[in-house]
C-alpha cells in the first residue's frame, strides 16, 4: 500500500466505457469530465484489461489529481499493474494503493520511460542483456500489447 507518483498529462487518453452508474442530479458540461465520470472510466479501463481484482472500487479526486484503488488481489504483479493502468492515464498524476494481496511477494522496481528509451535499453540498464527485454515486456501485460508502444513519462514495471 502507498502513493504512487505519476506524471500528469502525458498518459494515454482513457477511452475504455465507463461503468454503468445512476445518472447525476443535474448534467455536467461535457468539456470537462466530473471526477466520478473519470473515476467510473478508470474502472472500466481496469476491467477491460481483465486484471482479476475483488470488491475493486475507484475513486478519483479532481483537485489533486489522486485515484484512489482499493480492493483484493491474488499476487503482487497484479496489483503493480492495477497501479499502473491507472496512473499511466492522462488524468492522474498519483495513485493512492489501498489494494491488499492475498500472497505476497516481493515488489518489482518502477522505472519511468525517457526519450529515446527502448524496451531493450532498459533490459540492458537492469540485466545487463539487451536481449532480456521481454522479460520487461510480459511484466507490463496487458498494458502493452507491443514492445515497441512505450512513451516518455510512463511507468513501468521492472520485475526482479
Not at 478508470?42 to 475483488?54: M, N
Not at 503493480?80 to 511477494?105: C, F, R, S, W, Y
Not at 531493450?120 to 545487463?128: A, D, F, Q, T
Request: aromatic residues 6%; hydrophobic residues 35%.
Amino acid at each position: 500500500m502507498g502513493l504512487f507518483d505519476f506524471v500528469k498529462g502525458i498518459g494515454k487518453k482513457n477511452t475504455a466505457p465507463a461503468e454503468p452508474q445512476p445518472a447525476p442530479a443535474t448534467p455536467t458540461t461535457p468539456a470537462e469530465p466530473s471526477a466520478q465520470e473519470i473515476a467510473n472510466k478508470l474502472l472500466g479501463h481496469i476491467k477491460a484489461l481483465g486484471l482479476p481484482v475483488k470488491g475493486l472500487s475507484v475513486s478519483y479526486n479532481g483537485n489533486s489529481d489522486l485515484a484512489t484503488i482499493k480492493g483484493q488481489v491474488q499476487s503482487q504483479a497484479d496489483r503493480e499493474k492495477i497501479i499502473l493502468a491507472v496512473g499511466n492515464v492522462d488524468h492522474v498524476a498519483k495513485v493512492d494503493d489501498q489494494m491488499t494481496v492475498a500472497t505476497p511477494e516481493p515488489a518489482s522496481k518502477f522505472y519511468t520511460v525517457k526519450s529515446g528509451d527502448t524496451l531493450s535499453k532498459i533490459s540492458k540498464e537492469y540485466y545487463g542483456d539487451a536481449n532480456q527485454y521481454n522479460k520487461i515486456f510480459e511484466a507490463n501485460r496487458p498494458l502493452l500489447k507491443d514492445a515497441d508502444d512505450i512513451f516518455p513519462g510512463q511507468v513501468l514495471r521492472i520485475p526482479t
